[in-house]
């Protein structure tokens, strides 16, 4: 009986002890030129009632699984705090629309509607903006089938054996 425990065990250690990793699958593009690359690097149009900035800082949609939602680096609040008296993670009463487009193709913009982590309470520092969550992220208006988001990936990413 010990013997057949044994093999029993051995069994549904090999079936289920042993964890295959799951595959990654390559975007179809990646081993094209990167002039055949679709547009996912996008860059920022953010407009308040006094000013507006063209071309600043970069951003990126990206697929959720469930949505779609744009990212971009927190650490440009620091130009807002010092240009327009911004001092929180809080876009201000000021704040007229912010676009994503790839640069130079502004006719593909798209619009964020909503800051999610926008935080009130979260001052506008170097120490807050470059070393903790340096990211923020919106809900978009609507989706331009034109600009590829990033999937997240799940998956460690290993260093190619030569």
Request: glycine share 4%; aromatic share 14%.
């Amino acid at each position: 009986m010990r013997k057949y425990g044994l093999i029993i065990f051995s069994f549904l250690l090999l079936s289920f002890g042993c964890k295959n990793e799951p595959q990654v699958t390559k975007e179809p593009w990646i081993e094209k030129p990167v002039s055949e690359w679709p547009d996912f690097a996008l860059t920022n149009k953010i407009s308040f009632t006094d000013t507006t900035y063209t071309d600043i800082a970069n951003s990126f949609l990206v697929n959720t699984g469930i949505d779609t939602i744009g990212v971009s680096c927190k650490h440009f609040f620091m130009v807002f705090e010092k240009q327009l008296g911004i001092h929180n993670i809080d876009l201000g009463p000021d704040f007229k629309y912010w676009d994503l487009y790839p640069k130079n193709k502004k006719e593909k913009a798209i619009s964020i509607k909503k800051l999610i982590n926008r935080n009130p309470n979260e001052k506008i520092g170097q120490f807050n903006t470059l070393k903790v969550r340096d990211w923020i992220i919106f809900y978009i208006k609507s989706l331009n089938t034109e600009l590829y988001p990033l999937k997240i990936r799940f998956t460690r990413v290993k260093k190619k054996k030569k």
